[in-house]
């Protein structure tokens, strides 16, 4: 009796130990947390977006959480259904250093950042946006439905997240970058 328990429970051990290794390793993650407008650095969301694209090349799972100053960014204007980023060029040497680190043809690189936020997020990336500045700073009063003066197009990739939900995001990624 007590051979045929050793048997079980090696047998047991072993199939834990076999599933373990077929199972699939979790994916890299990176937190990326835009907290800083286009009005005043251009150079920040520009560069986050870079950065954002090399990590989805690279293999990696990539959550961005828009935040603070950075929601004005994809903000509508008062005369306008259009945000400061979605029609703003990429300038021609970016694209065509992109292309060559990537090694994907210039037809395959954005031409704007609205573009951008597209293709970055059809590649995987998830965005999200806090919805408590959403309410203080009055853009979206009631942001879990609808984004209130956030351009359209940036409204379909933004989650709302609470603040709770945003550390729980954090803690997934084992990289950081904040812009």
């Known amino acids: 009796m007590k051979r045929l328990t050793i048997i079980f429970a090696l047998l047991a051990t072993l199939l834990s130990w076999s599933s373990l290794v077929q199972a699939e390793p979790a994916k890299e993650r990176l ?8 009005k ?4 920040q969301i520009c560069v ?19 935040d603070a100053d950075a929601i004005n960014t994809f903000k509508t204007g008062m005369l306008s259904d259009k945000d400061s980023i979605q029609d703003y060029d990429i300038p021609d040497n970016l694209r065509q250093a992109m292309s060559e680190q ?23 990336a998830s965005f999200y946006i806090n919805k408590g500045f959403l309410i203080v700073s009055k853009i979206a009063p009631n942001p879990d439905q609808d984004l209130g003066k956030i351009a359209a197009y940036a409204a379909k990739i933004f989650q709302p997240v609470s603040l709770l939900e945003m550390v729980e995001i954090r803690k997934k990624a084992l990289f950081d970058y904040s812009f």
């Open 48 to 66: 986050a977006y870079n950065i954002i694209w090399a990590a989805l090349r690279s293999g990696m799972a990539v959550d961005v959480m828009v």
């Open 40 to 43: 005043h650095d251009d150079a």
């Open 102 to 124: 990537f090694s994907l043809p210039l037809a395959e690189v954005p031409q704007t950042y609205g573009d951008y936020l597209i293709k970055l997020n059809e590649e995987g």
């Open 31 to 38: 937190f990326v947390h835009l907290k800083t407008s286009l």
